[in-house]
């Protein structure tokens, strides 16, 4: 993903709050890759404090919420998260296609276009449970009335895909027949495609009425888990400006693959401490945590109970999710096993 924010004094700290959420967001779609461009530098005469000051406080936000940080120049590093950050002129068109060199005689790293001809896609597994994330379904032109027939546009998060297959449609367990494959563009038919192409589907054996957007096509073999409740664990990752005290259940809006739905979350145990972990309030029962292994955690049904506290950045817990309506999720850190909840 390539972000564009603002150098000018006041427009990048007035809009700090939404890059944050552009970052989460995108790495609850499955973004790994990012470049940073810290746009309008021409309009401050290119100083490098402000670059500096600006690359420093995304810097300590990424690093916190997305775990790793690749700084420019450091490509040894690039495992896992890749981030860079880039001074450019929009305006000018400065450092997009060729590296800045009177304007800015301090930046010596890569331009925009050297970058992305760097940036390494990350490794997915053709060979892994087949997991497609629907964008959008219709009827194409000239299919007869009732015919069960649809064309499906999603997103193929592991797995390949091939003409012919059999697969099922969930949460409402619909088997179809792969008709065809189109890659996304209108390209010609292809016979298979595997992780992170965006694809046209053609399915037989489904009505449009069958589908919705946020729905996954999956093998039948390993089907993707489908469920109306299950159990998370939960990270803050974004405190609010005022001290808000931290409940052990909250309602929300949850996105995962295409959807975003209402949910309730009710927490039960704190991760994040160095000594012991803490049940919260009236979770101590552990009702909901019936199929954690609790072990793992190193959690004694008898710890003393987690007392009120202010929400802080980076405070974890095990958790509880319920929704009305079944959604697809990978239960075991799969391809569709990562969402993002907002309060």
């Given at each position: 993903m390539v972000k564009v924010i603002s150098a000018l004094l006041d427009e990048f700290e007035a809009g700090y709050r939404q890059t944050r959420e552009h970052f989460i967001l995108a790495k609850a779609l499955g973004v790994s890759r990012f470049v940073v461009l810290i746009n309008k530098m021409d309009a401050l005469g290119w100083p490098e404090e402000r670059y500096a000051e600006i690359k420093l406080q995304m810097s300590s936000f990424?690093?916190?919420?997305?775990?790793?940080?690749?700084?420019?120049?450091?490509?040894?590093?690039l495992v896992g998260l890749y981030v860079v950050f880039l001074p450019i002129s929009g305006r000018l068109a400065l450092n997009l296609e060729t590296p800045v060199a009177k304007a800015c005689p301090w930046w010596d790293g890569p331009c925009l276009l050297d970058v992305l001809d760097t940036v390494k896609v990350p490794p997915r597994d053709p060979r892994g449970p087949l997991r497609i994330s629907i964008i959008d379904v219709y009827t194409p032109d000239g299919t007869p009335e009732g015919t069960?027939?649809?064309e499906v546009t999603g997103k193929v998060l592991s797995g390949t895909i091939r003409e012919g297959d059999e697969l099922v449609v969930l949460p409402n367990q619909v088997d179809v027949r792969v008709e065809y494959i189109i890659f996304f563009g209108d390209e010609p038919n292809t016979r298979c495609a595997g992780p992170g192409a965006t694809i046209h589907v053609g399915l037989r054996g489904v009505v449009e009425a069958q589908i919705s957007p946020g729905f996954v096509l999956s093998d039948i073999a390993s089907p993707v888990h489908a469920a109306t409740e299950f159990n998370v664990e939960l990270e803050f990752l974004e405190g609010r400006p005022h001290i808000v005290r931290m409940q052990d259940y909250f309602s929300g809006v949850l996105y995962i693959h295409a959807i975003e739905v209402e949910c309730h979350v009710w927490l039960s145990y704190q991760l994040d401490h160095p000594l012991q972990y803490s049940p919260v309030g009236h979770m101590c029962s552990t009702d909901r945590l019936h199929d954690w292994d609790l072990?793992?955690?190193?959690?004694?049904?008898?710890?003393?109970p987690f007392l009120q506290r202010q929400r802080e950045d980076g405070v974890k817990f095990l958790g509880h999710i319920e929704v009305d309506n079944a959604i697809c999720i990978d239960l075991k850190q799969g391809p569709a096993g990562f969402v993002l909840i907002r309060n």
């Open positions: 990424l690093v916190s919420t997305l775990h790793k940080l690749a700084m420019e120049g450091d490509k040894a590093s069960p027939f649809v072990e793992e955690y190193n959690i004694s049904y008898c710890c003393r």
